[in-house]
């Protein structure tokens, strides 16, 4: 009873210190700073914003965001800590390199993305407070895809990977049966996630989904470390200002505490604290913009239906002239 009291007295302390911590979180954005936007451009399917380095190639760029959600989240500055370590991988599973640009105003990574598929992008910050080991990891499932490359072996290319050698505390989106190359979410979808430790499903993590109105939803993850979260519709346009092309930012983040004890940078520690993040984007409810196409159809079938009628009917009341000629023999 006694090591159970200390075991809940213990968890209350990271509560309070991930909530100290909380307003720390890492995550990737795909938007570019005010200052960056005129020199960026868009690319691939995704509209991932790149850098044209000449004869038709890009590099990709992302910045290190820094806050609980999209709303009140921050860009990481060149001149704060980069205390951190970065991966990146293609979609065939190979490391390849990854640069942070110290030139800039904030923190921006940039790699080439050659192959068509999934790249894993991640960047992990290590901190001990209070004896316990922090470990944040940014992480972003980047689709490169152009069609003029064709579509074979899709499988393969948007096949979700891990890599528990450097990411201990993993997340990955599960593929849907029907999913290729031109998936892009969008408000109102059933999605499931997944969640690995050291290469295995971890039960019980802590899911929280943010949208990018601020709408949060936090779920468990089962035996098989899944857990589905249907994105809400929660923005209301008029009408005539819907834009279906427009690409709103999710934030996904994922806790667990652990009794994994070691030495970082020689100063020990007793338990290990995980907060990992994976960021996407997402479209409109399709129910949105497809009922003003439905509208349309609607309007186009009435107008055609009442045309018909009206020459229909002038049809029917057309009469024929006939020629009668009278023989006065």
Same mark, same amino acid.
């Given at each position: 009873m006694e090591k159970f009291l200390v075991l809940i007295l213990y968890f209350m302390v990271i509560g309070s210190n991930f909530s100290v911590f909380g307003s720390k979180i890492l995550w990737l954005s795909n938007i570019p700073p005010a200052e960056r936007q005129k020199e960026i451009s868009t690319n691939g399917m995704h509209k =991932?914003?790149?850098l044209n380095i000449g004869r038709g190639k890009?590099?990709?760029? *992302?910045?290190?965001?820094?806050?609980?959600?999209?709303?009140?989240?921050?860009?990481?500055?060149?001149?704060?800590?980069r205390d951190n370590t970065i991966y990146c991988f293609t979609?065939?599973?190979?490391? *390849?390199?990854?640069?942070?640009?110290?030139?800039?105003?904030? *923190?921006? =990574?940039?790699?080439?993305?050659?192959?068509e598929g999934y790249y894993n992008l991640y960047l992990v910050k290590k901190k001990i407070r209070n004896d316990t080991l922090f470990i944040r990891t940014a992480k972003a499932e980047l689709l490169n895809h152009s069609c003029r490359n064709g579509?074979?072996?899709?499988?393969?290319?948007?096949?979700?990977?891990?890599?528990?050698?450097?990411?201990?505390?993993?997340?990955?989106?599960?593929?849907?049966? =029907?999913?290729? =190359?031109?998936?892009?979410?969008?408000?109102?979808?059933?999605?499931?996630?997944?969640?690995?430790?050291s290469s295995k499903p971890l039960k019980d993590a802590s899911i929280t989904f943010i949208s990018n109105q601020g709408w949060?939803?936090?779920?468990?993850?089962?035996?098989?470390?899944?857990?589905?979260?249907?994105?809400? *519709?929660?923005?209301?346009?008029?009408?005539?200002?819907?834009?279906n092309r427009n690409i709103y930012t999710y934030l996904l983040l994922v806790e667990y505490t652990s009794e994994e004890q070691g030495i970082y940078k020689g100063e020990s520690y007793g338990h290990t604290h995980y907060i990992t993040s994976l960021s996407d984007g997402y479209y409109p409810s399709k129910v949105m913009y497809s009922s003003l196409s439905w509208a349309l159809g609607l309007f186009l079938l009435c107008s055609i239906i009442a045309g018909g009628g009206v020459v229909y009917y002038r049809k029917r009341r057309t009469r024929i002239y006939r020629e009668i000629r009278v023989d006065n023999k």
């Open positions: =991932l914003s790149s890009v590099k990709i760029v *992302q910045w290190v965001t820094i806050g609980e959600n999209v709303f009140n989240s921050t860009y990481l500055k060149n001149s704060e800590s979609p065939h599973g190979d490391a *390849q390199d990854c640069f942070m640009d110290s030139s800039k105003i904030y *923190q921006e =990574l940039t790699f080439s993305n050659p192959i579509h074979k072996d899709v499988d393969k290319k948007i096949l979700p990977r891990i890599y528990p050698e450097v990411i201990p505390l993993e997340i990955t989106r599960q593929r849907n049966r =029907l999913e290729n =190359l031109h998936f892009f979410m969008a408000s109102g979808d059933k999605v499931c996630y997944k969640v690995y430790k949060k939803k936090t779920v468990k993850s089962n035996d098989k470390g899944e857990a589905v979260i249907q994105v809400i *519709q929660d923005y209301f346009s008029a009408w005539q200002d819907i834009d």
